[in-house]
């Protein structure tokens, strides 16, 4: 059975940082592009960023770029997403996904990040 469990939310002032991480098991990820999606309360889930098996090509959303940064430990089939200068609007709960092909089809349980003014 495919788990991805998220870690590493909670509350931070604005201007903080926090490190998601996300544990990966019950199958290879070999060649899985990994990412992080998020929601917030009566706002619809929006990428945030993705990161390809090789960590050779990331993406970030433009309301992330520069403050965000996605990385991966193949060995350990973890992800994680390093977010600093956070803001309030960042708060949301953050999934972890994986993706072998077009559709991200393995989704974690979440984890909530909240950011205060």
């Known amino acids: 059975q495919v788990q991805l469990v998220e870690s590493g939310g909670g509350l931070v002032q604005a201007g903080g940082s926090l490190r998601l991480s996300c544990a990966a098991s019950?199958?290879?990820?070999?060649?899985?592009?990994m990412g992080w999606f998020r929601q917030a309360p009566g706002k619809e889930r929006e990428f945030v960023s993705s990161?390809?098996?090789?960590?050779?090509?990331?993406a970030y959303a433009d309301s992330v770029k520069g403050r965000f940064t996605i990385s991966r430990d193949n060995a350990k089939n973890t992800v994680y997403l390093q977010m600093n200068s956070l803001k309030p609007e960042d708060t949301a709960s953050y999934y972890c996904?994986?993706?072998?092909?077009?559709?991200?089809?393995?989704w974690g349980q979440g984890t909530q990040v909240t950011v205060s003014s």
């Open positions: 996904t994986a993706k072998y092909g077009v559709r991200y089809n393995y």
């Open positions: 019950g199958r290879t990820f070999s060649g899985y592009t």
């Open positions: 990161i390809t098996w090789s960590g050779g090509n990331t």
